[in-house]
Nanobody, 123 residues
């Protein structure tokens, strides 16, 4: 599985941004694609994920109601739609993939990663 993340940039607080994660390679029934973010010097944090076969999603409490993970179907792109952005959302955002049944929040469990894309929210 190969992943290519894109769509980061600079946005004002309260604005919106959409990140894309293009997937290529294998697709299997238990595939989950997730988004993480990382601030320099801190751990990589789970944001949300989507189960490929069912489009079931789950989110970190910190972004519920503001961020949405969705995918094009048919297609091979997963999106992270971020609304009402706050300065504390500033980070490098990564997409990742793994084969799971159920929710998985730890980045160590995801073997496939895209490159990061920077999101900066100005106040």
């Amino acid at each position: 599985v190969q992943l290519q993340a894109s769509g980061g940039g600079l946005v004002q607080a309260g604005g919106s941004l959409r990140l894309s994660c293009a997937k290529s390679g294998r697709t299997f029934s238990t595939l989950t694609v997730a988004w993480f973010r990382q601030v320099a010097g801190k751990e990589r944090d789970f944001i949300g994920a989507i189960m490929w076969s069912t489009s079931t999603t789950y989110y970190a409490d910190s972004v519920k109601g503001r961020f949405t993970v969705t995918r094009d179907n048919p297609g091979n792109t997963v999106y992270l739609i971020m609304d009402n952005l706050k300065p504390e959302d500033t980070a490098v955002y990564y997409c990742a993939a793994g084969s799971f049944i159920g929710e998985r929040y730890s980045p160590q469990l995801y073997p496939y990663w895209g490159q990061g894309t920077q999101v900066t929210v100005s106040s």
